[in-house]
C-alpha cells in the first residue's frame, strides 16, 4: 500500500512543479484569462478531487499514462496506439480506463456514449490484458467535479472498428483536403501555411500604412465598405416600397409615375408557413400525410439531408444509397467576420 500524500503536501507538489515548470512562452490564449486563473483551477480541481477519492484504496491502478496498442484489421497496416491516462483494475475480470478532463463543458451522456477514443483503447485494452472481461470508461471533469461513465457491447466495439477503417479509406482516398476552420485554428502552430490564415499571418507584422495599402486588405476594405453601403440602401428603399404603398393606398391609385419610370401595385396572396421550431408546423405535417397528401407538398431540405449524410448514427449503407442520389457543387460565398485585434 502506497503512501497517501495529504492535500496539503499534494497543492505544495503543484505549487513547486507550477514554478519549476513555467516559462513565459507559454500562451494564454483565451483573452478573458490569466495565468493565476488556471493555476487556481488546478488547486481546486486537485482539493476536490482529492476530497472526493481519498485515500484512494477502492481500486488498483494498474498504470498511468499507459501505452495501449492494437492493430485495426488482419492486415497489419492500420495500428492505432494511444496512452491511457489512469488503468484501473476494480476486481477480478473488471477494469475501467479513466480519462481526466479540464475542460469547461461538461458533455450529456449521449456524447459520452458516442465517445470514440476510450472505446478504442477499450478495444486494445481487452486484447493487451485478458483479465480485463468487463471495461468501463470513466472520464473526470475535474473543474465540474463530476465523473461520467459509459460502457460498451461487443458488437458497438466491432462496430466503431469498422467504422474507423471506414473512416481510414475514405481519407486514404481523398484527394482535396479544405481547410476545415473550427475554434481550434487558434492554437494552430500552421496558420502561416494554412490557405484560411496565411494571408493574415502575412500583414499582422505590417504597419498601418503599409497595411491599408497592400493589394488584397485594399479589396477587402472595398468589398465592406460597398457591402456597408448597399446595406443602406436596401434599408432606404424598404422605406420607399412602404411610403409608396402607404401613397397608392391613400390615393386610391395602383400606379404612380416617376419621370422615367412608373411603378406598379400588385397584391398577390402568399402562404404563411409555420417555421420548423413551431409545434403547428408538425401537426401541419401529420395532417398532410394522414390524408396521403405528404408526397404532394414535401420538399427534399438541403441541409437535413448534410446532417443525415454526416450523422454516424444513421447506418452507413443507408447513407451510401442516399449519397448515390446528391452531388456535391462548389458554391462560392463570401462570409466576412471581424479581425481580432493584435
Ligand atoms: S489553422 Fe490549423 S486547424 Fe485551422 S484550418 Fe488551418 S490547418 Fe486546420
Not at 119 to 147: C, F, G, K, N, S
Not at 171 to 184: H, M, N, Q, Y
Request: net charge negative; glycine share 4%; charged share 40%.
Amino acid at each position: 500500500m502506497c503512501d497517501v500524500p495529504t492535500i496539503e503536501r499534494l497543492l505544495e507538489k503543484y505549487e513547486s512543479l507550477w514554478d519549476a515548470e513555467w516559462c513565459d512562452v507559454v500562451r494564454i490564449v483565451r483573452e478573458d484569462e490569466t495565468v493565476e486563473d488556471y493555476r487556481a483551477v488546478g488547486e481546486l480541481a486537485l482539493q476536490r478531487f482529492h476530497e472526493r477519492h481519498a485515500p484512494f484504496d477502492d481500486s488498483v491502478t494498474v498504470g498511468t499514462e499507459v501505452r495501449v496498442e492494437t492493430d485495426l484489421d488482419d492486415t497489419g497496416e492500420h495500428p492505432l496506439m494511444g496512452y491511457v491516462d489512469r488503468l484501473v483494475k476494480v476486481e477480478d475480470g473488471r477494469w475501467e480506463i479513466h480519462d481526466y478532463k479540464t475542460s469547461k463543458r461538461l458533455p450529456t451522456q449521449r456524447d459520452v456514449d458516442r465517445d470514440r477514443q476510450l472505446a478504442l483503447y477499450q478495444i486494445a485494452v481487452t486484447e493487451m490484458y485478458p483479465d480485463a472481461r468487463e471495461v468501463e470508461l470513466v472520464w473526470h471533469y475535474l473543474r465540474h467535479d463530476q465523473e461520467v461513465r459509459s460502457q460498451r457491447t461487443a458488437e458497438e466495439l466491432e462496430g466503431l472498428r469498422q467504422e474507423v477503417l471506414a473512416d481510414i479509406a475514405r481519407i486514404e482516398e481523398a484527394t482535396e483536403f479544405p481547410a476545415a476552420t473550427s475554434a481550434l485554428c487558434s492554437w494552430c502552430d500552421f496558420r502561416a501555411l494554412c490557405p484560411a490564415w496565411a494571408h493574415e499571418a502575412c500583414v499582422e507584422e505590417l504597419e498601418p500604412e503599409e497595411l491599408r495599402g497592400e493589394p488584397d486588405v485594399r479589396l477587402v476594405d472595398r468589398y465592406m465598405d460597398v457591402g456597408a453601403r448597399a446595406k443602406e440602401l436596401e434599408a432606404e428603399k424598404e422605406l420607399l416600397r412602404k411610403e409608396l404603398i402607404r401613397r397608392m393606398e391613400e390615393t386610391e391609385r395602383t400606379a404612380l409615375a416617376g419621370t422615367t419610370h412608373r411603378i406598379r401595385l400588385s397584391e398577390r396572396r402568399a402562404l404563411r408557413i409555420p417555421p420548423r421550431d413551431d409545434p403547428e408546423r408538425e401537426e401541419l405535417e401529420r395532417a398532410l400525410m394522414d390524408a396521403g397528401l405528404w408526397g404532394r407538398t414535401s420538399v427534399l431540405d438541403r441541409r437535413g439531408l448534410e446532417r443525415i449524410l454526416e450523422d454516424e448514427a444513421v447506418p452507413t449503407s443507408v447513407r451510401e444509397t442516399i449519397g448515390r442520389y446528391i452531388s456535391i457543387e462548389k458554391n462560392a460565398c463570401l462570409y466576412p467576420s471581424r479581425r481580432q485585434e493584435g
